[in-house]
């Protein structure tokens, strides 16, 4: 599957922001979706995922109560929407896929790198202070 994150850009502290994943292929709603960040000189992060049946998401505590994933199979599309940002979100957003067939519908897919099969090309995000 081919991955294309868009959405990205410049907002000042407490603006909002939604990302976009568009996804190619036909199968995409047994894929588990996570996105990532990367901010300049530090590790590549989790930030939320969703199940293939898209009913609900997990988050890392930074993401928790201002961020929201979402999915729409039928555009093959996940979204980040990113409420009440900081000047410490920014950095690179990565949309991830794995199709490990328990990330379908009954596991949240992982919150680590190597649990995913296929990347998104990034989009970066700035947030003013």
């Known amino acids: 599957v081919q991955l294309q994150a868009s959405g990205g850009g410049l907002v000042q502290a407490g603006g909002s922001l939604r990302l976009s994943c568009a996804a190619s292929?036909?199968?995409?709603?047994?894929?588990?979706m996570g996105w990532f960040r990367q901010a300049p000189g530090k590790e590549r992060e989790f930030v939320a995922n969703i199940r293939g049946s898209g009913s609900s998401g997990y988050y890392a505590d930074s993401a928790k109560g201002r961020f929201t994933i979402s999915r729409t199979n039928a555009n093959n599309t996940v979204y980040l929407q990113m409420n009440s940002l900081k000047p410490e979100d920014t950095a690179v957003y990565y949309c991830?896929?794995?199709?490990?067939?328990?990330?379908?519908?009954?596991?949240?897919?992982?919150?680590?790198?190597?649990?995913?099969?296929?990347w998104g090309q990034g989009t970066l995000v700035t947030v003013s202070s």
């Open positions: 991830a896929a794995t199709s490990a067939p328990a990330y379908s519908g009954d596991y949240y897919p992982p919150t680590t790198r190597r649990g995913y099969d296929y």
């Open positions: 292929g036909r199968t995409f709603n047994s894929y588990g």
